[in-house]
């Protein structure tokens, strides 16, 4: 699921400190802890020190997330002990012409010490990984008006050249569907009943709902669902392709659309989040145009 990570490109290691709820009962993380490695490797390592990333704020352009893919892995490791991560990014060019698009891709790859926040535990103190993240970010002037935010050339002093080049990521509709070669647990995409309502406590810096909170939303709407379904809730998210359409504010109410799946003997769940005014009857919902994708695989 994870694009190949690129040659060439600039490293940085850091350690990063683990809560206490990043480890679950049984010594693995939780996937919404992947994406903290970021920080401390790429945007602090990496993109602190730039010249041309100083550049493309100055210009108004600034990298705005739009995809994270994550992988678990399964350790068991300590809360006690910090994992320590190593990154590296990227910037690409999207398309052509009129359609082109430029996008700072990141990558993390993190290493824990297998171990257990209590007792012992075989092969104690051995180095394994314990997850990967990518991350897409688009380029883009948030500030600027609408018809001019689209960035397709970077013709601005000290803008940085940029040589590399990918096919546009898959689409986020397909996200929300059930995967080519996958079982369907259930014929239709159902709306999970219980609404999302965010506040403050939700958001962060940017003025809108922070990206890491709909992975634990989308993860906790999933365990309800397979429950329902006589699966059982004793599964954890060990793979997470989510892409964000559009952010939401505090105040606001949404709810999750979802249809699980099996594939390869694991539970996976395709889902979206729509608006409350989409989720009124099935009239709405198709034509909602949800703000986020999203689809998880399990493992017990």
Sequence with gaps: MIPPVPTGTPRAAARVHLRFEDVTQDGRLVLESLPNALGPTVWRGILAQDPSSA???????????????????????????????????????????????????????????IGRTYGSVKRAGERAL??????????????????????????YAGAPAVSAARAPSPSREALACVPEGAMPLEPVRRIDPVPITFGLVHTDSNMHVNSLVYLRMFEEAALRRLAQLGKGSAVLGR???????????????????????????????????????????????KNARPHVYARTTFES
Aim: aromatic fraction near 10%.
């Design 130 to 155: 314990a997850g990967r993240v990518w991350a897409e970010h688009v380029l883009t002037r948030p500030f600027a008006p609408p018809a001019e935010r689209r960035v397709t050339s970077l013709d």
């Design 55 to 113: 550049a493309s704020f100055a210009a108004g352009i600034v990298p705005i997330l739009s995809r994270f893919v994550l992988e678990g892995a399964p350790g068991p490791f300590s809360a006690n002990v910090p994992v320590e991560a190593e990154g590296t990014c990227q910037l690409a060019r999207v398309g052509e012409g009129k359609d082109a698009r430029y996008v700072l891709d990141m990558w993390a790859e993190l290493y824990g010490v």
């Design 239 to 285: 793979t997470l392709d989510i892409a964000y359409r559009k952010p939401c504010f505090a105040g606001q109410t949404m709810f999750v659309v979802e249809q699980a799946f099996e594939q390869n003997g694991k539970l996976g769940m395709a889902a979206a989040l729509v608006e409350a005014k989409d989720a009124e009857n099935e009239d709405a919902l």
